[in-house]
DNA sequence: CGATATGTTGAACGTGCTCAAGTTTAGTGG
DNA sequence: CCACTAAACTTGAGCACGTTCAACATATCG
């Protein structure tokens, strides 16, 4: 099952790439008046949505693949605030300017809907506003959450936190494939690790028969206890 | 001037211990219907005012005195997400069960709003929920703000950051008194330090001329542009 | 198939942590 | 009001985790 992209029920990738739900778009489902007033846009890997400073004209939603949130700083350091995958929001908990830069971790496609109609349409309809006011809150709960993580966790306890959130996004159980898109770098920048710290806690989990990576930037949860017993106390 | 409790305006402290708005609150004017529907109540220095896991009954708002938001570890570790000062919400965040622990900080006064009033008046009146609204951006804005700190800053970063956060929060200037309220440990937890490095960067800070410790738990910025030079690329 | 991105592994180093002893401050009772 | 006590803060020395720098290996794409 793929952690993002376009979401299939599968096992077996029988299903075309299309905007099927993910578990998550479906915890919140979007209103119908929301749907008719947005127009896709592409954006290929590496690509940039929009820009931390730029002023705000529109709000996004993601159809297929995954965005990554982010801050640079003039010296090149760069942390990931968040991962939006289909059925996320992005843009709605920031008002003037972008407060970060948004990116496409691979090929992506969202909805982009002007600032202006969905305020308009926020104040409308009840239903828009609670299901923007259900997206700010699960927001802070994961940026609380991730900053917890970065506070006062060791990069063991980080790299199985962000698996096990891996699994629980994606919906997933022990021995499904997840493809989680993101390569080493992304994963480090988001865990605030270097890459070569992801990647030989990686190896190590593999060694000991938790993991697997069948593929670049895809994992197999193979011992989902061993997996949630590193959470606490393993240096 | 007092960085939080009962907020003073002058330099010298002739004002009695009221409730005057701090330069946070009045940016956020309550509207006078959430004022009516509360109840005062006082904690003790590191009294808990509720703990994670509990079911919510109640939202808060801060009248005096700091409150810190934190999430504990069996095995002793402690995570501050944040501080809530006078004229802030606490709890409009969450929905079911409370995700952080809040303990005050030193003496504390709070207005308590039954959550069921509080979300009926929310759809009743517009201005209620815009003023909700606009906290949960706020803190959402100041929990990315954090997690960026403790995702790729130094020690010293982190501390002169967050001396620049309290001096902005107080609205204060170079030379002024900032009553912190907040012990070394409380500094420490918050920024992903221990105690002992964050008294050591106060040392090395006051050694520069960079800020002085007039008491315990109050600080003054001495020379605000040498502090922000410390924000990036300092080791 | 070759070129380039991406990932892996190793060795040395450094920042911040741990443990410990000493110092200062604030709070309490005589 | 001062002495005493406990809590908070400072400072030092050694250590460990994760970083840095570098070489190598392995996918992925043209």
Redesign the pocket.
């Known amino acids: 099952m793929s952690f993002s992209g376009q979401a299939l029920r599968s096992i077996r990738p029988v299903l075309p790439p299309s905007m099927l739900p993910t578990a998550r778009s479906m915890e919140f489902d979007a209103p119908p008046e929301l749907e008719a007033v947005g127009n896709v846009v592409s954006f290929a ?2 690509e940039t949505i929009f820009d931390e400073g730029e002023e705000i004209t529109a709000s996004y939603k993601v159809v297929s693949g995954v965005v990554r949130l982010c801050r640079l700083t003039e010296d090149g350091r760069r942390q990931i605030a968040g991962f939006r995958l289909p059925g996320d929001l992005i843009g709605m908990e920031w008002t003037g300017e972008y407060e970060m830069t948004a990116e496409a971790v691979r090929d992506v496609t969202v909805v982009r809907y002007a600032r202006t109609r969905l305020d308009r349409l926020s104040e409308e309809r009840p239903s828009v506003r609670d299901h923007v006011l259900a997206h700010l809150r699960q927001d802070l709960r994961a940026a609380q959450e991730h900053l917890i993580m970065l506070g006062c ?6 790299v199985a936190a962000f698996l096990l959130q891996l699994a629980r996004r994606a919906g997933v159980r022990e021995g499904d494939d997840i493809d989680m898109q ?7 920048d988001y ?14 989990m ?2 000991r028969g938790i993991i697997a ?1 069948p ?4 994992v197999v949860i193979k011992n989902m206890p061993k997996l949630k017993a590193y959470m606490r106390s393993t ?1």
């Not at 966790?153 to 980080?158: D, H, V």
């Not at 993101?182 to 480090?188: E, H, K, M, S, V």
Request: net charge positive.
């Open positions: 890997r590496n966790q060791s990069a063991t306890e980080r993101l390569g080493r770098q992304d994963i480090a865990l605030g690790l270097t890459l070569e710290t992801v990647s030989r806690t990686f190896s190590e593999t060694a990576s593929k670049r930037r895809h240096n």
